[in-house]
C-alpha cells in the first residue's frame, strides 16, 4: 500500500484536468507536484488517485505523461480499489458493491432509451457508462432516475465533463469509495494527519462530502462542480477555490491550508547546502537529494542553468571521487571522473520535449553516515520514455549540495525505456 504507517498527509486527487493538465504539453504543474511529493511526502505520506478512467485507460495515460506511482489506485469513479505497486484488488470492496447490484437490468434501461453506449473498456462490473450531450442530460437523468425507481434498481447517477453519464450501484462512487478506505486505514491505526481531496467534475463532487477532508476545486473545474459548489449548503470552509489549473491548484491549496512543505524543489533555486549533523540527515533530506540532483541534471542538459564552473562543480562535487557506477553487466567505472564528458552536453536538450523526473524514492539509513536509495529515474523526449531502476549509497559529506555525496550508483535501464537523452551514450552520472 506504498507508506505503510499512518500517512502524516494523503492526497486524493482525480487524474484528467485535476493532476493532469492536457492543455499543458511541458507538464509543468505535474512535475512541479510529482518533484515535492518525492523529496518531502513519500517516505511518510500517501498518495491516491481516484479516477474515472477504468484500468487500461488508466494504465494509457501512465504510458503518455509523467505520473508518478500512487499508494493506492481507486477507478472507474470509485468501484475499483487497487492497492500498491501491484495493483492488488480490495476485494472485500467488490463484495460490498456486488449486494442488489443488477448490472444487466441498468444496460436493458440503457438500450431502451437508445443511449450512447461508451467504448467497451469503460463498461465495468460496477459502472455502465453512456455519452449524453449536455443539453439533453437533464432529461435522460430524470427519465433514468424514474425507471430505475420504478424498478427499484439500486442504481446512482452521475455525471460529470459536461457529457459522460455513468451508473453506478448506490454505495459506489469516488465519495463512498474514499470512505469505505479511510475507514479502513483508521481499523488499521493508520489515519492519516490530513487529507486534501482534489478535483474538477461532477464525478468529483462526492470526495467534498467525506468527513474530515480539506478539498480543492481546481481553477479550471468543469460548470457542474462549481454549480454543486455554489448550491451546496452547509459549511464550504474546507473547500478551496484555486486560481491555478490543475497540480498548480493543488498546490495553492496546500498553501492555504498551511499543509508543510509545500514548495516544490523545482521552484527552489537550491543553494549549496551544507551538511550539520550526520545525526540531522533525515530520509528527507536524502530523498530531496535524489530529486536535485536529477532536477540539476535537467537543467544542464536543457540548458537552464549557466555553463559555468559554479554551476557544473555543484554536479561533479555530489560525487566521490571514488564513487562507482555499475553498468549492465557488472562493468564498473567512476562517475567522479567520467562527468566530465557531461559538460560537453549541457544545452543540448534547449527546446526539445525533454524532462526528467524521479519515482518510487524509498530511502534507508545503513549507517549514521551510509544511506540506501533506490528509485527509478525517467526521461521523456518526445513520446519516448526511458526508465533506470537505481539503487545508490549516498555518503554523508560536509560543504556538499544537500550535505550528501553518490558513493555507488547502480542503473537497470528497463527494456522498451532505453534511454533516450544523449547519456545513454555517454556515462550516467546518476
Ligand atoms: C472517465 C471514464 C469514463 C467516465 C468519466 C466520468 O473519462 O473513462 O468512463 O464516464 O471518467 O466519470
Ligand atoms: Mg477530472
Known amino acids: 500500500m ?3 504507517g499512518a500517512p502524516r498527509l494523503m492526497i486524493v486527487s482525480d487524474l484528467d484536468n485535476t493532476m493532469v493538465d492536457h492543455k499543458d504539453k511541458n507538464y509543468t504543474s505535474l512535475l ?5 511529493w518525492q523529496a518531502d511526502y513519500n517516505h511518510d505520506s500517501l498518495l491516491v488517485y481516484s479516477t474515472g478512467r477504468s484500468p487500461a485507460l488508466y494504465a494509457e495515460l501512465r504510458s503518455e ?20 505497486d501491484t495493483m492488488a484488488p ?44 449536455k443539453d439533453k442530460a437533464e432529461e435522460v437523468i430524470k427519465t433514468l432516475t424514474e425507471k430505475f425507481k420504478e424498478r427499484q434498481l439500486n442504481a ?30 483508521k481499523a488499521e491505526g493508520r489515519a492519516p494527519g490530513h487529507t486534501l481531496v482534489c478535483g474538477d467534475s461532477g464525478n468529483d463532487a ?38 491555478e489549473r490543475c497540480a498548480a491548484g493543488i498546490l495553492e491549496a496546500m498553501q492555504h491550508f498551511d499543509l508543510q512543505p509545500n514548495v516544490s524543489p523545482r521552484d527552489q533555486a537550491r543553494s549549496i547546502g551544507t551538511v550539520g549533523e550526520a545525526s540531522q540527515m533525515t530520509a528527507s533530506t536524502v530523498a530531496h537529494k ?11 542538459l536543457k540548458g537552464g542553468v549557466d555553463k559555468s564552473d559554479t554551476v557544473f562543480s555543484r554536479l561533479k562535487s555530489s560525487l566521490a571521487p571514488d564513487a562507482s557506477y555499475v553498468h549492465a553487466f557488472g562493468i564498473i567505472t567512476n562517475p567522479y571522473e567520467e562527468i566530465d564528458t557531461i559538460r560537453e552536453l549541457h544545452g543540448v536538450m534547449k527546446e526539445k520535449p525533454f524532462c526528467m523526473w524521479v519515482d518510487r524514492v524509498r530511502v534507508e539509513k545503513m549507517s549514521d553516515t551510509t544511506y540506501l536509495a533506490r528509485f527509478d529515474k525517467w526521461e521523456k523526449l ?24 553518490w558513493k555507488l550508483i547502480q542503473e537497470t535501464w528497463l527494456a522498451g525505456y532505453e534511454g533516450s537523452s544523449p547519456k545513454s551514450d555517454a556515462p550516467k552520472a546518476a
Open 90 to 133: 480490495d476485494l472485500g470492496w467488490e463484495e460490498e458493491l456486488n449486494q442488489g447490484w443488477d448490472r444487466d437490468a441498468i444496460v436493458e434501461e440503457g438500450k431502451k432509451l437508445d443511449l450512447k453506449f461508451q467504448v467497451e473498456s469503460e463498461q465495468r462490473p460496477h459502472k455502465v457508462s453512456f455519452y449524453v450531450e
Open 382 to 405: 518526445g513520446s519516448r520514455f526511458g526508465c533506470a531502476i537505481t539503487t545508490a549509497l549516498l555518503q554523508t559529506k560536509a560543504d556538499t549540495v544537500n550535505g550528501l555525496q
Open 290 to 300: 535524489v530529486v536535485d540532483y536529477l532536477l540539476l541534471m535537467e537543467n544542464w
Open 32 to 36: 512541479r507536484f510529482g518533484a515535492l
Open 206 to 243: 462526492e470526495l467534498f462530502t467525506v468527513p474530515d477532508v480539506y478539498g480543492v476545486i481546481v481553477g479550471n473545474a468543469m460548470e457542474e462542480l462549481l454549480k454543486w459548489h455554489s448550491e451546496h449548503s452547509g459549511d464550504k470552509s474546507h473547500i478551496y477555490l484555486a486560481k
Open 65 to 84: 505523461v509523467p505520473l508518478i506511482t500512487p499508494g493506492i489506485t481507486i477507478m472507474s469513479v470509485g468501484t475499483e480499489i487497487r492497492y500498491g
Open 156 to 185: 446512482k447517477i452521475i455525471y460529470s465533463g459536461g457529457l459522460d453519464l455513468d451508473v453506478l450501484p448506490t454505495g459506489a462512487g469516488k465519495g463512498q469509495a474514499l470512505a469505505y478506505l479511510m475507514k479502513k486505514l
Open 2 to 4: 506504498g507508506f505503510s
